[in-house]
């Protein structure tokens, strides 16, 4: 059996409900037709064939994957499902939204078809994501509803934060206490941000300091492992490096695998094949091919000069770069190509967040540490107990 | 190479690939496959394939993959890059001399100290089990070098392993061998290490000077020592808080 996992970035559509002032993706009102889905998922299927894959993971995202409606999503996962089955694959569904869209008329298919979950996302404070001819307050108020209405609804709900100058300004504290306290959340995650896409210019503003950005993320990591890491709060990345330093299997995020290109693609509702949804919507220079016009997926990532700099980019960088005497090389591997290209306009260089990952990294060796001697020590004492009984 | 992967004979124990690490296509092709037969992939000269190593990611999802890589200069950027991929590495050191030799104590210190390093390290991994009392077998087992143990039938074979030097195939090679270069006088019959060794530095040329391997070894011991300092810190320690209860 192989062990890899194989994952895809579906983007039924790149049309959005929302104006976020730093969104990468160039927006379009095209959907995927569910006429031209069992062809997607037929050769989705052919190529977890020839890979010897038996389970791939869908992340269905956007524009805004909830503008499709809840229908549009039973009737694909119907359809993909069976498809699987009868090649004996299973398909896995995970659905990213921004929860504008949301009401009760989600639940069952968010039940059946996502496992009764979904991710959102949310930054602290609120400064960029909005309405269209709203506010970001405005945004924040209907998220919010949205987000209790679902929490009420039993649907578990994991938030993406994009970390901003004025999360930096109201530091890390104030968002820890955003997350958890106020929203109530034991499932959320920070990203840092890039000036990818259309909103490049604009993001380019928001482009953040990285000694103060590292600082906020250490300060935060400290609250989360004193305040969340025994209450059972998830924090990612923090929770998979703790996995890593204290010797468990950990799942790390996608900007530090050794190489991205081997674990995943994204597809637009065109049928465009690239790494990653940030590639398929804001790069065509680095697009693959596309799923629906070439009959034979595995061919096509084998062949494709754009994916062919993904799969080197790694070598290259131990080859170029100072990777190769850094103690973090093995959970990191030179960091996401898409942060690197916004910012140099090359993948064939080092994550600009390199400095940010070592403190951050260097932050979860020392907890690691810690929490692996407190294991030992608990491990230790409840062995005594049982002996003197 | 294809062929040979997909090969179900009960009698293939493992493929042994040399000189294909720069193929991008055969280890494409090798991903796709997956099987019980472990792989080890032999660099030639690891200071310039090292990178390439990448190229074996896709491939260990579907199989074991070992390493192996000769000691020779800039040898320490592919167990670098071997380590922080999860892959075991065997390290061959041949005869090693002058700036080999202090890459291989880098070597060590990047083995005994790095949190990077999870997958053995061979031969320092055998070495530390057999200095804390595991039954190991001598270097030469170890190295998978005993011709009595490990037949190849290769164009050169004397290149990588000695014949069985008109040693009977039943009796146990290294300890044969070490009796020889003892008799001979080799410095061998001072060494502490010996019966690991078994005189495995001593071929092809029996006059090599151990001096830089003894060091080798004696960081070793040092690290074994400091390991049961530590362990033992720890039992009074513990022996000290439950008194404590």
Known sequence: MNRRVFSVILLPTSDCNVACEYCFERKDKHRLSTKLLPLLTSRLLDHLENEGIMECEVYWQGGEAMMMGPEWFVAAGRLMECAAAQRGRHFIHYLQTNLISYSESWNEVLRTMFQGSLGTSMDFPNDHRKLFNGSAEAYTRLWTRKLRAAQAAGIKVGVIAVLHQGSLEAGPEKFYQYFTEELGLTDFQVNTPFPGGPAGEVEGAFQLETSELAAFLASLFDIWVERGFEAGVSLGPFDALIDHFTGRPARLPCIWKENCSNQFISIDSKGTVAQCDCWVTSYPESFFGNIFREPDLTRMLRTSPARRQFVERPRHLVEHEDCLSCRYLSICHGGCPVRTYTALGTMMAKDPYCEVYKAVFGRAEAHGRTISRRNVDRSRLRTMALDET | ??????????????????????????????????????????????????????????????????????????????????????????????????????????????????SMVEAPIEFFHSALAWLNGASTGSLWRVLEKDPAVYQRDTVDVTRSQPSNLGIDPSEDFGAVFLGRLITSGAECASCPWCHFCAGYFKWPDPDYSCTGVKLLFSALRAAVDEIEDDLSAFETQSAGSQSSL
Do not use: N
Request: proline share 7%; no cysteine.
């Open chain 2, 1 to 114: 190479m294809s062929v040979w992967l997909r090969d179900r004979s009960p009698a293939l124990q493992w493929i042994e690939v040399e000189g294909l690490l720069h193929d991008f296509e055969v280890w494409t092709l090798a991903a796709e496959d997956t099987g019980e037969v472990p792989l080890d992939v032999v660099l030639v000269e690891p200071a310039r394939e090292f990178s390439d190593l990448y190229r074996l990611v896709d491939v260990r999802a579907g199989r074991d993959v070992r390493v192996s890589i000769p000691a020779k200069p800039g040898f320490l950027k592919a167990v670098r890059l071997a380590a922080s991929l999860g892959l075991p590495v065997r390290l061959l050191p041949g005869q090693p001399a002058g700036e080999v030799l202090d890459e291989l104590q880098e070597a060590l210190a990047f083995y005994l100290r790095d």
